[in-house]
């Protein structure tokens, strides 16, 4: 049961964000608004799709919103775990060109571009190895990775302790905290 819950939740989530997608340019705010959240959305979106691929294997690709609820339109075969880590890895490079820098965002609850780069590098240790076996993602992990250390922002926070007073104090650190769920 826990195991449905934790397919249902995450293509839910991919739903959401197809919905956000899909709509997004008529909502009434200013346009850097607007590409900020579709970012975010695109982000969002990929990381599920990363969740459940890593779980599940092959899974279904979902990338917009059903044209009904007909069987026939939300029974999505599955897509090989290859093709689907290579819609994540491309929906995650479009998102982090559309995101703040993390020196820009107000919390570690937003996506960043050090969280989506940060991410990446993981799909693509992921991609590297069994069973997908993905020639180049090793250094494409490293790549990534460097983006994130490169910012020069994020520091790790001296005091073991201080990290879990902030928390109590409900204190964002987002030097320390690349990317979190609030």
């Not at 900020?36 to 979902?62: C, N, Q, S, W």
């Not at 919103?65 to 090989?80: E, F, N, W």
Request: glycine share 6%; net charge negative; aromatic share 10%.
């Amino acid at each position: 049961n826990s195991i449905k819950m934790v397919w249902q939740e995450l293509y839910k989530g991919i739903d959401n964000a197809n919905v956000l997608l899909e709509n997004a340019d008529n909502a009434s705010c200013d346009a850097e608004g607007i590409r900020r959240i579709k970012g975010e959305a695109l982000f969002l979106r990929a990381y599920y799709h990363f969740m459940l691929t890593t779980r599940f294997g092959d899974v279904p690709l979902v990338l917009n919103t059903p044209a009904s609820g007909k069987l026939a339109d939300v029974r999505i075969p599955q897509t090989s775990q290859r093709m689907v880590y290579l819609k994540i890895v491309e929906d995650m490079e479009t998102a982090a060109k559309l995101v703040k820098p993390a020196s820009e965002v107000e919390c570690g609850g937003r996506i960043s571009q050090s969280a989506v780069y940060g991410i990446l590098a993981r799909v693509c240790l992921y991609m590297a190895g069994n069973p997908v076996n993905e020639p180049g993602m090793y250094v494409r992990a490293k790549e990534f990775a460097a983006k994130v250390i490169d910012t020069g922002f994020h520091a790790l926070n001296p005091s073991y302790q201080q990290v879990f007073i902030n928390y109590i104090q409900d204190k964002y650190d987002i030097r320390e905290s690349i990317f979190e769920v609030e």
